[in-house]
C-alpha cells in the first residue's frame, strides 16, 4: 500500500508535479482550497446571483457540489444551475437526469432550457451535413442559452466548470486558430454578457474525477458523440502527452497566458465595440458569431 504523505491512511491519488501522494481527504482538501482561493480572486458584489453552467458531466457536478459547500449557508439564495439541453441523441437524456437529481439533492434551483425551445431546432438536426462543425455551433448556441438564462433569472455572473486541462487546451487552441485578440485579451468590452468565472480553472481534470470518485458523486455517463470531431479533442490528446512527459505544462501555459494578457493590458486597449450588420447584435467585427454561424447553417430567416 502507497500511503499519504500527510497521513498514514491509504493514498488514492499521485500528483506528478510534486511527487505527492494523497489520500482521499487530503485529495478533497487540495482540490477545495484551490477553488476557494480562485472563487476569492474574483471580485463578486456581496450576494450576488451566481447561475452555473451545469451540464451534468463531471467537471460541472464537481463545481456545483464545491460552490454549494463554499457558500455555505447562503448557497441556496446565491446560486442557480442551469442546464442547457441542446438535442444529442443518446446522450443528454442521461447527463440532464444526474443534473436533476444533483440539484435536487443541494435543494439548488435549476432551470433546463433547450435549443428547440431557444432556437427553433436541436442540435443534432442543425449538423445535418455539417457534423464536423459541431462544436462551433454548439459552442455559440450554448453559450447565448446560457447567457441569456443568467441574466434571466437575475444572476450577475455566469460560472463554468473549466478545470485547468480545459484551460490551457484553450490557450492552445487560440493559438493554432491565430486568434490574436483572445490570445492577447482585447476583445471589447460591453458586449452585454455576464462576467463568467472558472473556479475550478487551476485543478486539474485528474483532480477533479478523483474528487468525484472520493465524494461519490459522479456515475459513468455516455460522452457526447460529436467530441471525436472537435479540434480540442487532438488538442487534448497532445497536452496528455506532453503533461504526463513535462509535468506542469498546463499549469505553465495557463500562467504563461494570464502573465501575457497582464503585460498586453497595458499596452493595447481593447478593441472596438460594433454592431452586427445583420442582427445589431453588439460584436467586435461586422458580424456577430451567432449569424456566422446561421450563415453557415443556411439557416437565415430562422433568427428568433
Ligand atoms: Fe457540444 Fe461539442 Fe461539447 Fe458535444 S462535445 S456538447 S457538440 S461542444
Request: glycine residues 10%.
Amino acid at each position: 500500500m502507497i500511503a499519504c504523505d500527510r497521513c498514514n491512511e491509504h493514498a488514492v491519488y499521485f500528483s506528478r508535479g510534486d511527487g505527492a501522494h494523497l489520500c482521499g481527504a487530503h485529495l478533497m482538501e487540495k482540490v477545495e482550497a484551490k477553488t476557494a482561493g480562485m472563487l476569492a480572486s474574483y471580485t463578486l458584489a456581496d450576494n450576488e446571483r451566481i447561475a452555473v453552467a451545469l451540464s451534468g458531466g463531471k467537471d460541472s457536478t464537481v463545481l456545483l457540489w464545491l460552490m454549494n459547500m463554499l457558500l455555505g449557508k447562503r448557497a441556496a439564495d446565491r446560486l442557480v444551475a442551469i442546464t442547457v439541453d441542446e438535442g444529442i441523441r443518446d446522450y443528454r437524456d442521461e447527463t440532464l437526469a444526474a443534473a436533476r437529481r444533483l440539484t435536487h439533492r443541494l435543494g439548488i434551483r435549476h432551470i433546463i432550457v433547450s435549443f428547440q425551445d431557444l432556437f427553433g431546432a436541436d442540435l443534432d438536426s442543425l449538423l445535418i451535413g455539417n457534423r464536423e462543425r459541431a462544436c462551433s455551433v454548439c459552442g455559440v448556441y450554448r453559450r447565448q442559452a446560457l447567457q441569456q438564462t443568467a441574466v434571466e433569472a437575475g444572476a450577475g455572473v455566469l460560472a463554468t466548470g473549466h478545470c485547468l486541462d480545459d484551460e490551457a487546451q484553450s490557450v492552445l487552441m487560440n493559438y493554432l486558430r491565430g486568434d490574436l485578440t483572445r490570445i492577447a485579451g482585447t476583445l471589447p468590452e460591453g458586449t452585454g454578457y455576464i462576467p463568467r468565472i472558472k473556479p475550478l480553472g487551476r485543478v486539474s481534470e485528474k483532480e477533479v474525477v478523483v474528487y468525484g470518485m472520493v465524494a461519490s458523486l459522479l456515475s459513468p455517463l455516455p460522452e457526447c458523440p460529436y467530441t471525436a470531431h472537435a479540434l480540442r479533442a487532438e488538442v487534448r490528446r497532445a497536452l496528455g502527452v506532453l503533461e504526463y512527459r513535462f509535468p506542469g505544462t498546463m499549469l505553465r501555459i495557463v500562467e504563461g497566458e494570464a502573465d501575457l494578457k497582464r503585460t498586453v493590458s497595458g499596452m493595447v486597449p481593447p478593441s472596438a465595440l460594433s454592431k452586427c450588420d445583420r442582427c445589431g447584435a453588439p460584436c467586435s467585427g461586422t458580424i456577430c458569431q451567432r449569424c456566422k454561424i446561421e450563415d453557415l447553417l443556411d439557416r437565415r430567416g430562422n433568427l428568433q
